[in-house]
């Protein structure tokens, strides 16, 4: 078995709306066919324009009351609203479920790596931005690629942000290990591990949270893995959640 390898692609310029992010990765790095690059999903909103300006944004009467509880910008509020798909907690902060399944803090709405006066949206859709930005890297080198598309989460229990997997393509984002047994023979029943978090976590370290100008990680040399794709707790399923809306205030 090789080394993994894990590049960090520096010298990218500031994006903005309209970049080629593919081409301009492929002019930084040569890409082989398995690599894994993952890429900041803050890089690919703004280069798609999922930004907004504050000065555009109405806040409603819960924005200015979420606002008022959260001593937040109710205009920054009225954008968590606005790419919420259902609000799970409203106080200490807001907890928000995302259309495409994911769960963040403030719906992952962002103030940071942008002009002032500006907010930043997670893709709408990042298993398709992931599957488009792999395509694409394919038409440019001929080579087959996996591609993560990662969000800073914080989690339960933990202090600390964290690398996420929002949007993954050319692969699962869960290595089944149920069925194997270990090293003294006992069977693996419920042992599910999330690849595609640990290399977003591991990415993310290598990009940096502030200046660094490392907004996409190439790895070279993982070895295959099999699985599934059911990175989201269903609705039943999801316990924390279900506490949540039942006792948080509001």
């Known amino acids: 078995m090789e080394n993994i390898v894990v590049t960090g692609i520096r010298g990218l310029p500031l994006i903005r709306a309209g ?15 398995g690599d894994i690059l993952s890429l900041a999903s803050t890089v690919y909103s703004k280069a798609k324009g999922f930004t907004k300006s504050l000065a555009d944004i109405t806040p409603s009467k819960r924005a200015l009351h979420l606002a008022e509880l959260n001593k937040e910008d109710p ?4 954008a968590v609203i606005d790419a919420s798909k259902d609000i799970i907690m409203e106080y200490p902060f ?9 769960i963040g803090v403030r719906a992952g709405v962002d103030q940071s790596n942008i002009d002032d006066g500006m907010v930043i949206f997670l893709p709408p ?9 792999r ?9 087959k ?15 600390g942000q964290t690398g996420h997997a929002i949007g993954w393509s050319g692969f699962t984002a869960i ?4 069925g194997d047994v270990d090293l003294f023979g006992h069977e693996l029943k419920i042992t599910e591990e999330a690849v595609v978090d640990e290399i977003a976590g591991f990415a993310n370290f290598v990009m940096g949270e502030s200046n660094n100008g490392v907004p ?9 893995w099999t699985g599934h794709d059911d990175l989201y707790f269903s609705k039943t399923e999801d316990i924390t959640r279900k506490l949540l809306k039942e006792h948080c205030p509001s």
């Open 125 to 133: 859709d990042p298993m398709h931005a992931a599957a488009q930005l």
């Open 135 to 143: 395509e694409e890297i394919r038409q440019l080198t001929g080579k």
């Open 19 to 33: 970049d080629n992010i593919p081409a301009m990765i492929c002019e930084r790095v040569k890409v082989e066919n």
């Open 94 to 102: 807001i907890l928000s479920e995302l259309p495409f399944g994911h």
């Open 75 to 78: 205009r920054f509020v009225q």
């Open 145 to 159: 690629i996996g591609v993560i598309i990662t969000d800073t989460c914080g989690r339960s229990f933990r202090r």
């Open 175 to 178: 290595r089944d290990f149920r």
């Open 216 to 224: 996409a990680v190439l790895f070279r040399n993982c070895q295959p």
